[in-house]
């Protein structure tokens, strides 16, 4: 929604920064709908790069928490390893 406020309005501040140079420069600038159009093609690759990162950020995350997931799973596994080999200590102690 912004965006699309965005656009006509630096297309309509272009046109007016053009009487501006005209009126200092006291030379012409053109802006075309094709200028329109590079713009759009512009916030379009603008657009894809972000989510690009974006997705890229997400699959980072999801590997890291799959990665804590994993963890997690292994010292709990350990732990119980550790608590059966105590009380094996512990019976073998007593005896």
Do not use: Q
Request: hydrophobic share 40%; aromatic share 10%.
């Amino acid at each position: 929604d912004v965006i699309e406020r965005f656009l006509p309005f630096s297309f309509e501040a272009v046109n007016k920064a053009t009487v501006e140079f005209k009126r200092k420069e006291r030379r012409f600038v053109y802006t075309t709908p094709k200028s329109y159009l590079e713009l759009i093609k512009l916030y379009g690759g603008l657009l894809e790069e972000k989510r690009s990162n974006a997705f890229a950020a997400i699959k980072r995350l999801e590997n890291g928490l799959s990665k804590l997931r994993e963890t997690s799973e292994s010292v709990a596994k350990l732990e119980e390893d550790l608590k059966v080999m105590l009380e094996d200590a512990a019976t073998k102690k007593e005896t």
